[in-house]
T-cell receptor
């Protein structure tokens, strides 16, 4: 059974204080690992897809990395508008493309 | 802009009512769409996979007679919560994406059963 564990559950940062969110996973063959951002009362917004260990992707203040067992979402010099819940999900090879989600990290960036 | 549209965004109704939620892919054709349920401060739980032109595939523990899914066209899937009860109150979210694209999500439907 595919499993995704995210830590920490919640994170409070001061504006400009860089940090990382962790996503540990077990999957029977990884097709892709996905990072989404979810704002309250909204659906998840796609951020990144990572396919193989060693891959990195960046978008503004966010950088996602992938190893064979985990992924990190690095947030550099965050701003209050980066406050959201960040969700990690895996897609197994051979699946019908459904995603298995972690429970998310609720990030609060204080001004 | 949004590539997946979900409607309505919020429904409040009495117990015993059936509620239909629509999920549309706006910029592409989707042979497969997914329906998720999310409880407060919890992650998304896959309910079912909606397949265009064929029966939906339901996850273990999800009642197919309670949650009816219809995927009649390549751009529209509907989820009908039949004879809804307070325990069905939740946030329902759909997603769609082509084979080589990430899944994009609708903005969800907040269902409240009184």
């Amino acid at each position: 059974e595919d499993q995704v564990t995210q830590s920490p559950e919640a994170l409070r940062l001061q504006e400009g204080e860089s940090s990382s969110l962790n996503c540990s996973y077990t999957v029977s063959g990884l097709r892709g690992l996905f990072w989404y951002r979810q704002d309250p009362g909204k659906g998840p917004e796609f951020l990144f897809t990572l396919y193989s260990a060693g891959e990195e992707k960046e978008k503004e203040r966010l950088k996602a990395t992938l190893t064979k067992k985990e992924s990190f979402l690095h947030i550099t010099a965050p701003k209050p508008e980066d406050s959201a819940t960040y969700l990690c999900a895996v897609q197994a090879s051979g699946s019908a493309r459904q995603l298995t989600f972690g429970s998310g990290t609720q990030l609060t960036v204080l001004p | 802009g949004a590539v997946v549209s979900q409607h309505p965004s919020r429904v409040i109704c009495k117990s015993g009512t059936s509620v239909k939620i629509e999920c549309r892919s706006l910029d592409f054709q989707a042979t497969t769409m997914f329906w998720y349920r999310q409880f407060p401060k919890k992650s998304l739980m896959l309910m079912a996979t909606s397949n265009e032109g064929s029966k939906a595939t339901y996850e273990q523990g999800v009642e197919k007679d309670k949650f009816l899914i219809n995927h009649a066209s390549l751009t529209l899937s509907t989820l009908t919560v039949t004879s809804a009860h307070p325990e069905d109150s939740s946030f329902y979210i759909c997603s769609a994406g082509n084979v080589d694209q990430p899944q994009h999500f609708g903005d969800g439907t907040r269902l409240s059963i009184l």
